[in-house]
């Protein structure tokens, strides 16, 4: 049986291409007591309101047809964000060379958190090697907790 993340993905594909969006990721979370499935676009130019609102109808009723979530659930169509978390390889090899932020589990140095420069990510591994300052630094992939994209002004 299909995770409920990989089925909302394949039902909300045709209503998310429509919309000249792209999917970005699927979550399907329980915080504070209730759960949300968690729709992440992304679009050349960036997503709009009006791209959120068309593509959550759609899906919204797709999912009451094919029903595949027991209980209620809040469904929510959004941006990926600027500042978007690094999950797939694809995702590594798409953004080398910006900004990122990286929160490990247990603390480093003295510190959770490093910002730089993502320099390299090991397909293998899921290793990930970041530019910080002058050094680079390798963050094993069962270290980190998040690897986020980093806005800078």
Not at 77 to 100: H, I, N, T, W
Request: aromatic residues 8%; negative net charge.
């Amino acid at each position: 049986m299909k995770k409920i993340t990989e089925l909302t993905a394949e039902l909300a594909a045709p209503a998310i291409a429509e919309q000249g969006c792209t999917l970005w990721d699927v979550e399907y979370v329980k915080e504070a007591g209730t759960w949300y499935l968690r729709i992440l676009l992304d679009k050349e130019g960036g997503v709009d309101i009006l791209d959120c609102e068309e593509i959550s109808r759609k899906v919204s009723d797709l999912l009451d047809k094919a029903d595949p979530i027991e209980g209620s659930y809040t469904l929510e169509v959004g941006s990926a964000g600027a500042e978007r978390a690094l999950k797939r390889p694809s995702d590594f090899q798409q953004f080398l060379g910006s900004p990122v932020l990286v929160k490990l589990y247990r603390a480093r140095e003295g510190r959770k958190e490093f910002a730089g420069y993502l320099k390299g990510y090991d397909e293998a591994t899921g290793d990930v090697t970041v530019t910080v300052g002058s050094q680079d630094l390798v963050f094993p992939k069962k270290e980190t907790a998040l690897i986020r994209l980093r806005v800078e002004f």
